[in-house]
């Protein structure tokens, strides 16, 4: 059974950075692809971004140029670097593949 378990969350003051890790456990994590989403309080939650079993990347207009995805295949890891990161960037951010969801890890930008 599938598991994902994301960490790296966070508080970050405008501008700053932060990399979210995703883990994945016991799938066939190696042939397809990830997508990473977040929930802002009051919000539906959306894509922010994917990369698929290609290693093809897409992201949402809201953080192309300042969001970047990468996987690391011996650790089943996909992470989300997140640059020059935006009070509207706060959310709780989820890794998915399929139909399952990690628990999320909270991203705060404040000054």
């Known amino acids: 059974q599938l598991q994902l378990v994301e960490s790296g969350g966070g508080l970050v003051q405008p501008g700053g950075s932060l990399r979210l890790s995703c883990v994945a456990s016991g799938s066939i994590f190696n042939i397809f692809g990830m997508e990473w989403y977040r929930q802002a309080p009051g919000k539906e939650r959306e894509l922010v971004g994917s990369?698929?079993?290609?290693?093809?990347?897409k992201f949402a207009d809201s953080v192309k140029g300042r969001f970047t995805i990468a996987r690391d295949f011996p650790k089943n890891t996909v992470f989300l670097q997140m640059n020059s990161l935006k009070f509207e960037d706060t959310a709780v951010y989820y890794c998915?593949?399929?139909?399952?969801w990690g628990q999320g890890t909270q991203v705060t930008v404040s000054s």
């Open positions: 998915h593949q399929g139909s399952v």
């Open positions: 990369i698929d079993g290609d290693d093809n990347i």
